[in-house]
């Protein structure tokens, strides 16, 4: 019997870590993920590619980010030191550039033209605006209206890097109907245009991609 408490680091040959994991897509949409299976691996191994994304993440994300010793909050809790890893002053104010350049660069070796995410709080939708601005992209970001009215700065810096920001007047109004929307896109446009997933969601091999391009925090 496999332990419960089992961890999984990298996925199986059908994408599973254990439990979780896996491709529960449209049929339309399988080989597009095969592809980009095929794409990223092949990319992981290829040393022009990490020198370009190593550049870009250096020289246009502003990386390494600081380590820094939260001397006060060590006082008060008591106990380990306690560090901040400082994403917060990466280019466009947090962690999702690393994942946004590493998927936008890879798509365009891909020969991608066109970019489509989904936003709610609008960082993400941001991190892929400036990635695709760098690479000279096409980009349109999915986002509920409701989420739209509640994130106008973030609304305003994606359209001033020239995003086209579509909004989702479906449902909620909110980030699920957005990433609804997002997949139809997807499956119409499947030929030209890649889907920048920013969290560690979605079919085999986002998750581990994600994951990957988000391990240089830690460097």
Partial sequence: MADENEVHFFPDDRGRFGDFGGKFIPETLMAAVADLDDAYQTAKANPDFQERLGHLLHTYAGRPTALYFAENL???????????????????????????????????????????????????????????????????????????????????RMKLLEAEVVPVESGTRTLKDAINEAIRDWVTNVETTHYLIGSVVGPHPYPVMVRDFQTVIGR
Wanted: charged share 20%; net charge positive.
């Fill in 74 to 156: 060590t006082r008060v809790c008591g106990g380990a030191k306690i560090y901040l890893k400082r994403e917060d002053l990466a280019h466009t104010g947090a962690h999702k550039i690393n994942n946004a350049l590493g998927q936008a660069l890879l798509a365009q070796h891909m020969g991608k033209k066109r970019i489509i995410a989904e936003t709610g709080a609008g960082q993400h939708g941001v991190a892929t605006a400036t990635a695709c601005a760098m690479l000279g992209l096409e980009c349109i970001v999915y986002m509920g209206s409701e989420d739209i009215q509640r994130q106008s700065l973030n609304v305003f």
